[in-house]
């Protein structure tokens, strides 16, 4: 749905009330930003009240000589260099690295989504997501590229 907010479908000629079709593109595509803001608030949640395993996508642990140890025969064994798997409990440090990294990607992308949805919603809940979009505003451009 996203897509078609950026680059809408052709107007057609009609009653606006049976052409809503726009409309119930941008309702998906707001009631699924905040079902996923929501599952990833519970996520969160889970991570504190969870076992050791469920903290791993939110503390990797890159000041241990071990875990890059990890990565590099993760590497070699992705690359069929290794003869061996290694035996993890729980992700490996590639993984561990990956998922956090979408962690850090999807905290972005509901940040910048809630800025956007600021600027034309009424609720004070979303005000303080409007400094964002004048974070954009006053870098000239410059974060586009990100």
Same mark, same amino acid.
């Given at each position: 749905p996203g897509y078609f907010i950026g680059k809408p479908l052709p107007s057609v000629s009609g009653e606006a009330t049976y052409l809503f079709y726009m409309g119930y593109i941008r309702l998906i595509h707001f009631s699924a930003g905040m079902i996923f803001t929501v599952v990833l608030l519970m996520r969160i949640y889970w991570a504190f009240v969870g076992n050791r395993y469920s903290r791993e996508l939110f503390i990797v642990p890159? =000041?241990? /000589?071990? =875990? =890059?140890?990890?990565?590099? !025969?993760?590497?070699?064994? !992705?690359? $069929?260099?290794? /003869?061996?798997?290694? +035996?993890?409990?729980?992700?490996?440090?590639? +993984?561990? +690295? +990956? #998922?956090?990294? !979408? $962690?850090? #990607?999807?905290? $972005?992308m509901i940040i910048t989504g809630f800025a956007l949805y600021s600027e034309h919603s009424q609720y004070a809940i979303f005000a303080p997501f409007r400094y964002v979009v004048e974070f954009f505003y006053w870098t000239g451009g410059a974060l586009k590229a990100v």
């Open positions: 890159v =000041w241990r /000589k071990s =875990w =890059w140890q990890g990565v590099w !025969y993760e590497i070699r064994w !992705y690359l $069929f260099l290794a /003869k061996r798997p290694s +035996a993890d409990i729980g992700h490996n440090p590639i +993984a561990q +690295a +990956a #998922m956090f990294g !979408y $962690f850090l #990607m999807s905290v $972005f």
